[in-house]
C-alpha cells in the first residue's frame, strides 16, 4: 500500500529555521513529481515547493522564494523541504503529495498521494 508519511513538524520562533521530511513507502518516488502543500485554518490549500524526482526541475510559491527549498534523497526515497527565515505566516499543516507525471504541478488536484501533515508553528 503506498503511503507518504511526514515528519519534523513543531514549533519555531521567527526568524528561525526547521526541517520537515516526507518518506515514502509503497512507492518509489522516481517517475514522480513530489509536491509539499501547506493549509492555515480557514485558507485553502497553497502549494509551496515541488521537485521532479528524475530531472531534478524544482519550483517554488512566490511566498516561500528564497527561503525554502526543497530537495530528495534517493537511497532514502525521502523528500525534504528545509524553511529558513520562518514567519508567523508560515504557520500550517505542512502536506507531502505525488504524482507520477513528468512535468512540475502547483495545483493539488493532479496528485494521488498525500500525507496526513505535520504542524509547523511560528511563533512571533
Known amino acids: 500500500q503506498e503511503q507518504l508519511v511526514e515528519s519534523g513538524g513543531g514549533p519555531v520562533q521567527a526568524g528561525g529555521s526547521l526541517r520537515v521530511s516526507c518518506a515514502a513507502s509503497?512507492?518509489?518516488?522516481?517517475?514522480?513529481?513530489t509536491g509539499w502543500f501547506r493549509q492555515a485554518p480557514g485558507k485553502e490549500r497553497e502549494f509551496v515547493a515541488a521537485?521532479?524526482?528524475?530531472?531534478?526541475?524544482?519550483k517554488y510559491g512566490d511566498s516561500v522564494k528564497g527561503r525554502f527549498t526543497i530537495s530528495r534523497d534517493n537511497a532514502k526515497n525521502t523528500v525534504y523541504l528545509q524553511m529558513n527565515s520562518l514567519e508567523p505566516e508560515d504557520t500550517a499543516v505542512y502536506y507531502c503529495?505525488?504524482?507520477?507525471?513528468?512535468?512540475?504541478?502547483?495545483?493539488?488536484?493532479?496528485?494521488?498521494?498525500w500525507g496526513q501533515g505535520t504542524q509547523v508553528t511560528v511563533s512571533s
Open positions: 503529495a505525488a504524482v507520477r507525471v513528468t512535468g512540475i504541478r502547483t495545483t493539488e488536484g493532479p496528485y494521488d498521494y
Open positions: 521537485i521532479n524526482w528524475n530531472s531534478g526541475i524544482k
Open positions: 509503497g512507492l518509489t518516488f522516481s517517475n514522480y513529481v
